[in-house]
């Protein structure tokens, strides 16, 4: 079996680096004393080795352990050698093989090579024979199984590559909406769980809250998704996967990412705080610098995950959390550092969708203040009217109402003393005329049409957003900031629609015009009982005195140069014709407070 002038001297030679650690040489004869020596053989040459006596024990072997290489004999007591190398091969393809045998048969040595044997050598061995050949087989499967993960690697590399160079095409090409964003982060999360991408078990999505409140899950991907993960895809062919086999099909990924809320102000919190100060956090078994929430490791139900940041220049966007819940590997650095790639790719397709959608608000505004001036072109025409009457209405009131007064007392104290009809005739005249005078005067203070309401059920969110837009030139160009703070139901009271319009726009033209140098206007609607509705008009304005706030709505009162103050008489007469009150009060912090009560008449009905 064995030829004793061949065999070498013992050495201490430290472990092959051909094999892992935990890898090992299987012999498989029936003759325990060459086992014997061959392990002998193989333990002084740093190589760990088992042995089997028939094929039942092998397969028993190669389930529980690790064999990287087996000395195979042909002939075994259950079943040739040469019957069970093609089995071996088949069911571990990485598996090396020398085959052993006392025949010296060519043919037989050429059948074993054609069955899948990396060698053939004939009893009597020479171990230095078979040091060589081990040395070279061993050689030989370490260059196969590298190239193999290198060229894995490779094509994970590639896979990588296309699909954030794609994304980044996608978002070039065309302006992200909200469907959009969301197809675009489908496509991240099945790249970061791909078999040709980073191939993680399972990926979470959190994002703040428009207000940012709260970090919210948004979507999830794991095991059992219906999406091919080991296809070699590119963008167009993910979205189609997602397109027809759905993305969060997943139960157990979406049970986890719909109950994932994080107060935003829970600045210690592992997923707050990777967020806010945007660098990755490696949590290995339940530990890291930081402390990580029991909460969060129950609702994962894992205990080691990565969680990178998703950010923009202007703010933290959320974060993405991963993990090897199955596969158990480690997340390396590497690894890492790939994701953070597939979330910088995130991170601008929804900063790059907020930018478009804060576009679409802005133009939208834009297209309403049209629509608004165009269709209120006839108000503010009308307010201008009012400005210039009740302007030249006070001017006559200072000028004529006491030469007037006195003049027709002097005809009527002359008409009593007098019985020349001569006389009485013209005294008649100047009296009658001086009465013409004086109605005309009285008319000048009532300029403004008495009119019956016509009440109709009038939201007041979309009645008060549209006074507002009215002036919104008017606001950018004397750099007035506007705060809208309106009940998410709106209001629904019977009102009649153009004249509550009417008061509205005199309450913001008054604050606009008290702000010359800029400021702020705050408008709001608060419900103070159960029948009553506020609508509160504040401005940073100098404000009125207190002399004058009793005084405020008198007509023709007021304190600027021009203008008459009846644009609060009208407000006033409007609110008291719906039922209601007009009060006018000055800001303690500067600035004056216009508050409008009116009935909640219709206090079941919200839009």
Not at 70 to 96: N, Q, Y
Not at 243 to 256: K, L, P, S, T
Not at 357 to 374: G, H, N, S, Y
Request: net charge negative; aromatic share 6%; glycine share 6%.
């Amino acid at each position: 079996m064995v030829d004793p002038q061949h065999i070498p001297a013992a050495a201490h030679t430290p472990t092959p680096s051909r094999l892992q650690d935990d890898e090992k040489i299987l012999i498989v004869d029936d003759y325990p004393d060459f086992v014997v020596l061959l392990q002998d053989f193989l333990s002084d040459h740093g190589f760990s080795s088992l042995s089997a006596g028939s094929a039942a024990e092998v397969r028993k072997i190669m389930a529980g352990e690790n064999i990287a290489l087996i000395l195979l004999d042909i002939g075994l007591p259950d079943i040739s050698g040469l019957e069970l190398l093609p089995v071996l091969k088949d069911e571990h393809p990485d598996l090396a093989i020398i085959m052993l045998t006392a025949v010296t048969d060519l043919q037989t040595a050429l059948d074993c090579i054609r069955r899948g044997a990396d060698d053939y050598i004939a009893k009597p061995i020479k171990f230095s024979e078979l040091l060589t050949s081990l040395q070279k087989i061993l050689e030989k499967r370490r260059l196969t199984i590298n190239n193999r993960l290198y060229q894995k690697q490779i094509e994970q590399a590639r896979f990588r590559s296309r699909l954030l160079h794609e994304l980044t095409m996608q978002m070039n090409t065309a302006y992200l909406s909200m469907t959009d964003l969301d197809e675009i982060l489908q496509a991240i999360l099945v790249g970061i769980t791909a078999g040709q991408g980073l191939r993680f078990d399972r990926a979470f999505l959190a994002l703040f809250d428009e207000q940012e409140n709260a970090l919210i899950g948004k979507m999830a991907i794991g095991p059992r998704s219906g999406i091919n993960n080991e296809k070699n895809q590119d963008f167009n062919d993910l979205m189609a996967d997602i397109q027809q086999y759905g993305f969060m099909d997943n139960a157990e990924v979406n049970r986890i990412v719909d109950a994932l809320h994080v107060r935003a102000d829970q600045d210690e919190h592992i997923l707050i705080r990777a967020a806010r100060k945007r660098h990755s956090i490696n949590i290995i078994n339940g530990k890291c610098p930081w402390p990580v929430p029991p909460g969060l490791i129950g609702l994962l139900q894992e205990e080691s995950f990565v969680i990178v940041p998703l950010y923009s220049p202007r703010r933290s966007l959320g974060v993405i959390i991963a993990d090897h819940f199955i596969s158990r590997e480690p997340i390396t650095d590497s690894l890492i550092h790939d994701l953070e790639s597939f979330a910088s790719q995130a991170s601008l397709a929804i900063e790059h969708c907020h930018l478009y959608m804060a576009m679409e608000k802005r133009i939208q505004e834009l297209k309403d203040v049209t629509r608004e001036l165009e269709q209120n072109r006839d108000l503010l025409i009308e307010a201008e009217r009012y400005s210039a009457v009740g302007h030249m209405a006070a001017q006559l009131a200072h000028k004529i109402r006491n030469p007037v007064t006195a003049i027709g007392g002097t005809a009527r104290l002359l008409a009593g003393k007098t019985q020349k009809p001569e006389w009485l005739k013209f005294l008649n005249i100047m009296t009658n005329e001086v009465m013409k005078i004086e109605r005309t005067l009285e008319d000048l203070f009532n300029f403004v049409e008495t009119v019956q309401p016509e009440k109709k059920p009038v939201a007041l969110n979309e009645l008060l957003s549209k006074s507002l837009m009215l002036y919104y030139p008017a606001m950018k160009k004397q750099k007035i900031v506007q705060h809208l703070h309106l009940p998410e139901s709106s209001p629904c009271l019977l009102l009649d629609r153009k004249l509550m319009h009417q008061a509205f726009v005199h309450l913001v033209r008054n604050s606009i015009e008290a702000m010359p140098e800029g400021g702020e206007l705050i408008l709001r609607i608060e419900q103070t009982s159960a029948d009553m509705i506020e609508i509160i008009f504040e401005d940073t304005g100098p404000g009125i005195a207190d002399a004058h706030i009793d005084l405020a709505t008198d007509p023709f009162f007021t304190t600027k140069t021009f203008g008459t103050g009846l644009g609060l008489t009208l407000v006033e007469r409007i609110i008291r014709e719906h039922q209601g009150s007009f009060t006018l009060e000055r800001r303690q912090s500067g600035g004056s407070r216009s508050i409008i009560r009116l009935p909640n008449n219709q206090a079941g009905k919200q839009q």
